[in-house]
């Protein structure tokens, strides 16, 4: 089964909370027609459904944490598989979050063929997640837990952008610029995959 998903064109996007991968990734899909996994939003629709896990993991986003490997890699491949035959291309976005993860990753689905990393400074992530917080219903979106995900950011995330940069992989995306600014870099790094 995921034989179909092998030869896909699979994008990690990486960046802090609010880092904007999510508009980013919008952009993306709607330019070259990939398709977008963000795992966090997988999670937050698992945890719509009411199911019994669902309410387990509402318990351990709302505090900041990261939620067990598996849960998230099983919901990301089911995912893929479901778009195997349309999908250009995979964005993953939110994942992997760890090393450990990256590797689970690629041991049951396959190898990144680019890191989008999506770089912006903490105080503009904070500014950018406080506002959306305004708006996005997150429970995750306030000052409290923003504060956490961005220390988990840098203790657990940075050293995946290390890891796949001895790769070659990893292009670097400024993303203290405007949307379309941003996408001007983005779209160069994706043209470059053809
Ligand atoms: N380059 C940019 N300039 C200004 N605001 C941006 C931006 N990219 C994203 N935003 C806004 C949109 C959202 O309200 C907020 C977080 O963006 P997002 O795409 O949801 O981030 P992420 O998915 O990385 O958490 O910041
Ligand atoms: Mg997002």
Redesign the pocket.
């Known amino acids: 089964m995921a034989d179909k998903i092998k030869d896909a064109k699979i994008v990690f996007?990486v960046?802090?909370?609010?880092?904007?991968?999510?508009?980013?990734?919008?952009k993306i899909v709607a330019k070259y027609g990939y398709t977008h996994l963000?795992s966090?939003d997988l999670l937050r629709a698992e945890v719509a459904s009411g199911s019994e896990r669902g309410k387990q993991l509402q318990a351990i986003m709302q505090k900041g944490e990261l939620v067990p490997l598996d849960t998230v890699l099983d919901m990301i491949k089911d995912a893929m598989i479901a778009k195997a035959d349309v999908s250009k291309g995979y964005l993953i976005?939110?994942y992997p979050r760890e090393v450990k993860q990256g590797e689970e990753f690629e041991k049951k689905i396959g190898a990144p063929a680019l890191l989008l990393y999506?770089d912006?400074k903490g105080e503009?992530?904070v500014k950018?997640?406080m506002?959306?917080g305004e708006t996005?219903g997150r429970a995750d979106d306030n000052e409290e837990t923003i504060k956490k995900r961005l220390d988990l950011y840098y203790k657990a995330t940075e050293p995946v952008i290390a890891y796949y940069e001895k790769r070659g992989i990893v292009r670097k995306i400024d993303?203290?610029?405007?949307?379309d600014?941003?996408f001007a870099i983005v779209e160069k790094a994706i043209d470059e995959l053809k």
């Open positions: 996007v960046g802090g909370p609010g880092s904007g991968k999510g508009t980013q990734c919008e963000s966090g976005d939110g999506i912006a503009t992530m950018r997640l506002k959306r996005s993303s203290e610029l405007p949307v600014d941003v």
